[in-house]
């Protein structure tokens, strides 16, 4: 299970050609029962479904017009728990940042450590899936208002949101 964050984290990503010449490879992915359930599956599915219709031009201009040219989309989560001029979301970071050295995950140069793709990639790192989940579970108010905002924008990319939220749900009916 834990492949569906890393796959998560790919699809949430500014698409490259890359992606797009690996849908194949995804398909296969997702064929798996082992790796994925049937629900996430559907997700899944229906997004690639999507961006298989979109030429790689048009799947770049749908992401930056749903991400990059509208902040109440934006995929740093802190940017939607604190004010923009708000103390608090510094050292968030940095304790995230701390969290991240701690475990040996590396970070790009540049990225902030709440941007939701490379939180998913920490994710996919973890031994368990409890685990990831609790993680998850810390996430769920600022995906579930990203997640709110895309529904209102009827944005392709809500249900991938969503899936990410239910995950971080189950830690709790798990516990």
């Given at each position: 299970?834990?492949?569906v964050?890393k796959?998560?984290?790919v699809?949430?990503?500014?698409?490259?050609?890359?992606?797009?010449?690996?849908?194949?490879?995804?398909?296969?992915?997702l064929?798996?029962?082992?790796?994925?359930?049937?629900?996430?599956?559907?997700?899944?599915?229906?997004?690639?479904?999507?961006?298989?219709?979109?030429s790689?031009?048009?799947?770049?201009?749908a992401?930056v017009?749903?991400?990059?040219?509208?902040?109440?989309?934006s995929?740093?989560?802190?940017?939607?728990?604190?004010?923009?001029?708000?103390?608090?979301?510094?050292?968030?970071?940095?304790?995230?940042?701390?969290?991240?050295?701690?475990t040996?995950?590396?970070?790009a140069?540049?990225?902030?450590?709440?941007?939701?793709?490379l939180?998913?990639e920490?994710?996919?790192?973890m031994?368990?899936?409890?685990?990831?989940?609790?993680?998850?579970?810390q996430?769920?108010?600022a995906?579930?208002?990203?997640?709110?905002?895309?529904?209102?924008?009827?944005?392709?990319?809500?249900?991938?949101?969503?899936?990410?939220?239910?995950?971080?749900?189950?830690?709790?009916?798990?516990?």
């Open positions: 299970m834990i492949t964050y796959l998560l984290s699809l949430l990503e500014y698409p490259d050609k890359s992606l797009v010449d690996h849908w194949d490879e995804v398909k296969q992915l064929a798996d029962p082992q790796m994925i359930t049937l629900e996430d599956k559907k997700v899944l599915t229906e997004f690639i479904d999507w961006t298989s219709g979109l790689l031009t048009q799947f770049q201009a992401y017009d749903t991400f990059d040219l509208n902040s109440k989309h995929l740093y989560l802190t940017f939607h728990l604190f004010d923009e001029q708000d103390r608090d979301r510094g050292p968030a970071l940095i304790e995230l940042s701390e969290l991240y050295k701690k040996g995950f590396e970070i140069d540049g990225e902030l450590p709440d941007y939701l793709p939180i998913l920490y994710v996919a790192t031994d368990d899936e409890q685990s990831a989940r609790q993680f998850l579970q996430t769920t108010q995906i579930d208002i990203i997640a709110t905002n895309l529904e209102e924008a009827k944005s392709p990319y809500a249900p991938l949101l969503r899936l990410i939220e239910r995950h971080g749900h189950l830690a709790t009916i798990a516990a």
